[in-house]
């Protein structure tokens, strides 16, 4: 397994939206790093932002999974996976990082590394977030059984990374009643505040940064953002 944990210390800007972002802005802004940290004008970044009530549609989207959109925007999107939903009181983390200079990992080792990350993060809750096969994303335990807590949908261009992960920390979970959640019609959808943890958003920002440095490495900027 790559340890990604071992990668040469490096500056990895983390930059934090003040509001939140309408998707396309976030699609604009993701691709415009990227190519400059293909041409070498700009470090490796981790963005951290919410955004407005919406529905997004990965490359594996199934029409039939799309129950009711509830009023909400529905984006296609080019990252990996299918349906999710993304609103406030849910923390994304939208993830650039060039993996040509990390031993050019392969995509399953980058999205076991972001499934560590996600885990420790939930440790630092007293959560136990669990790998399911055949199912992507982070899962706990709850009374009525086993719920995914946050998803994880990525996209590689050229060895660079865009897209990311989601944690549920205390969102309006109504919204999810309007699809087939990344195509698991079995199982339910929960957050930090449904399993009683009253964390901020600035917690969770804190755990997910400290988790981030032990899981891929790297010395951290900071930026704040105000869109």
Same mark, same amino acid.
């Given at each position: 397994?790559?340890?990604?944990?071992?990668?040469?210390?490096?500056?990895?800007?983390?930059?934090?939206?003040?509001?939140?972002?309408?998707?396309?802005?976030?699609?604009?802004?993701?691709?415009?790093?990227?190519?400059?940290?293909?041409?070498?004008?700009?470090?490796?970044?981790?963005?951290?932002?919410?955004?407005?009530?919406?529905?997004?549609?990965?490359?594996?989207?199934?029409?039939?999974?799309?129950?009711?959109?509830?009023?909400?925007?529905?984006?296609?999107?080019?990252?990996?996976?299918?349906?999710?939903?993304?609103?406030?009181?849910?923390?994304?983390?939208?993830?650039?990082?060039?993996?040509?200079?990390?031993?050019?990992?392969?995509?399953?080792?980058?999205?076991?590394?972001?499934?560590?990350?996600?885990?420790?993060?939930?440790?630092?809750?007293?959560?136990?977030?669990?790998?399911?096969?055949?199912?992507?994303?982070?899962?706990?335990?709850?009374?009525? #059984?086993?719920?995914?807590?946050?998803?994880?949908?990525?996209?590689?261009?050229?060895?660079?990374?865009?897209?990311?992960?989601?944690?549920?920390?205390?969102?309006?979970?109504?919204?999810?009643?309007?699809?087939?959640?990344?195509?698991?019609?079995?199982?339910?959808?929960?957050?930090?505040?449904?399993? #009683?943890?009253?964390?901020?958003?600035?917690?969770?920002?804190?755990?997910?940064?400290?988790?981030?440095?032990?899981?891929?490495?790297?010395?951290?900027?900071?930026?704040?953002?105000?869109?």
């Amino acid at each position: 397994m790559h340890d990604s944990s071992a990668a040469t210390s490096r500056a990895i800007e983390w930059s934090v939206a003040s509001e939140p972002v309408p998707y396309p802005d976030a699609v604009a802004a993701m691709e415009e790093r990227i190519a400059a940290i293909l041409a070498r004008r700009a470090p490796e970044q981790v963005w951290l932002l919410e955004h407005p009530p919406l529905y997004t549609a990965g490359t594996s989207a199934q029409a039939d999974d799309l129950l009711d959109p509830q009023g909400l925007p529905v984006y296609r999107s080019g990252r990996g996976g299918q349906y999710t939903y993304h609103g406030p009181g849910q923390r994304v983390a939208y993830v650039m990082l060039d993996l040509a200079s990390r031993g050019r990992m392969d995509l399953r080792c980058f999205v076991r590394d972001l499934e560590n990350w996600l885990i420790d993060t939930l440790d630092a809750f007293g959560v136990a977030g669990m790998r399911r096969e055949g199912r992507v994303g982070i899962w706990v335990e709850t009374a009525e #059984g086993e719920a995914k807590i946050a998803a994880i949908g990525v996209r590689v261009r050229r060895w660079v990374t865009f897209h990311g992960v989601s944690l549920n920390v205390a969102p309006d979970l109504s919204h999810y009643r309007g699809i087939v959640a990344c195509g698991i019609r079995e199982h339910g959808v929960t957050s930090l505040a449904a399993l #009683g943890v009253d964390a901020t958003m600035a917690d969770v920002d804190g755990a997910l940064r400290r988790s981030f440095e032990a899981v891929f490495g790297g010395s951290a900027s900071e930026r704040r953002a105000t869109g």
